[in-house]
């Protein structure tokens, strides 16, 4: 017997044909010439499914990959020889909304979109808003600790976990918390594993925070014959003590790239800001007042503002779509995810110009200029080796730079298997020797994405 032939006795579902399991080889990070596909995709429907697949996996000394939809641009779902992906789709119950406790009780492989969905439905609201949250899982978020454009006001997806049941590398079912808003009894595990990338456990369910549903909202598109005014005039803004929950910049080849491939009505300017204001309709209306002026006062030359929610959703769509518009430039595009101070988001963004110019790389740069999360998206031909050089060169560049400007390697895509080697001059290495021995606590075997974060000798 082998382990497939012990995951079927389980009765639990299991491809491990070639042309099954060749499609989990990848995720949407950029492909690489080890492909390695897994030796097996199992499918589990309860914790106890995936307690028994851990089990089995010891047994067999398999490596253990959890996957979500597989929208990790960091190789974060990078299957490993003799590995067995855990894949949470049918995993995917809301199992409770609590109006009066403010809280949802959900599986991991609950869709980000759905949860916000069917919180709207009750008056709620969860607030984390990665750009793909039609398609990214709860546990993958959670995993990677996912933000968005509202995290300037919100904060990111670990500010909303409050308890977690995990499955440990030894099938071991944890429960990190409670199920309650204040808790500071033992150590918090929750957020240990909140953003870990299923390096120490296996995500199977999650109690997260609910808000109650702002009343109203409008977005804003201001637009800037320079993209240093329009980084500049975040500031301005926030000095004023506006709190927008989205303050996204977007430069002129990003705006132009959506017009050409998504048509949203967006002006071809150097520079924009995207701006939401939410709260009761009074407040939001008296602070739109204010944006307006100190807009006008540091250098847009056009403001325009969504009429209703139909408006406010197109102009989302087209902001959302960047990525997706990047990707038809060139056969390949990649999108990488640096975050630096407030007051540095303007020499990184003209630094990021500057090194893509001087390599001949097409590059759209946009970001959640709020928390000085930026985003280059890159669009690129994979297979002209001299370009990848070149663009390999700008990566290097471009993860030092922030690092020197007093940021860091990622602020929600994760360091998986693609920034693990950047990490000698990322991280301060005295707590980088702590967390490789948390690991080996969680994990003494090294079979949780063995490939992610630590090197194999780690």
Known sequence: MNAIDELKCQKIETLYSKAEVYPYAFDTAPLKDDVTPPYAVVIPQSVFDV??????????????????????????????ENSIIIHFSKMNKIIEINKENLTAIVESGVIL???????????????????????????????????????????????????????????????????????????NLTSL???????LGIITKATLKLIPKPEYKLVTMAYFDSLNDCAT?????????????????????????????NPSGLLSKEGMLLIELDGSKIEVTSKNDELKKILEKWGAVEIVQAKNEEENERIWNARRSAFACTAKLKPNAITE????????????????????KENNLTVCIMGHAGDGNIH??????????????????????????????????????????????????????????????????????????PELIFNNDN
């Open 337 to 356: 995810d640096v975050v630096v101070p407030r007051e540095q988001i303007v020499p990184l963004i003209n630094q990021i110009s500057k090194m893509c």
């Open 193 to 199: 594993f909140t953003g870990s990338e299923g390096t």
């Open 113 to 187: 979109g759905q949860l916000q969905y069917e919180a709207d439905r009750f008056g709620l609201f969860f607030p984390p808003d990665p750009s793909n949250l039609k398609v990214s899982t709860i546990g993958g978020a959670i995993a990677l600790s996912s933000g968005g454009p509202r995290t300037f006001k919100y904060g990111s997806i670990k500010d909303y976990v409050i308890n977690l049941e995990v499955v440990l590398a030894d099938g071991t079912i944890i429960e990190t918390g409670k199920d309650v808003a204040k808790n500071v009894t033992g150590y």
């Open 233 to 261: 005039c975040v500031n301005k803004i926030i000095d004023s003590r506006i709190t927008p929950s989205t303050i996204d910049l977007i430069d002129k080849n990003t705006i132009d790239t959506i017009e050409k491939f």
């Open 51 to 80: 307690q028994k697949i851990v089990k089995i996996a010891n047994k067999y000394n398999l490596k253990i990959i959890s996957r979500g939809s597989g929208t990790c641009h960091t190789s974060g779902c990078k299957p490993t």
């Open 376 to 449: 280059p998206n890159f669009a690129l031909d994979l297979s002209d080796k001299d370009e990848v050089a070149r663009f390999n060169k700008v990566k290097d560049e471009l993860f030092r730079l922030a690092v020197t400007l007093g940021g860091t390697l990622s602020g929600e895509h994760g360091i998986g298997y693609e920034k693990k080697k950047y990490l000698d001059f990322g991280i301060d290495q005295n707590a980088f020797e702590m967390m490789k021995k948390i690991k080996k606590v969680f994990d003494p075997k090294n079979i949780l994405n």
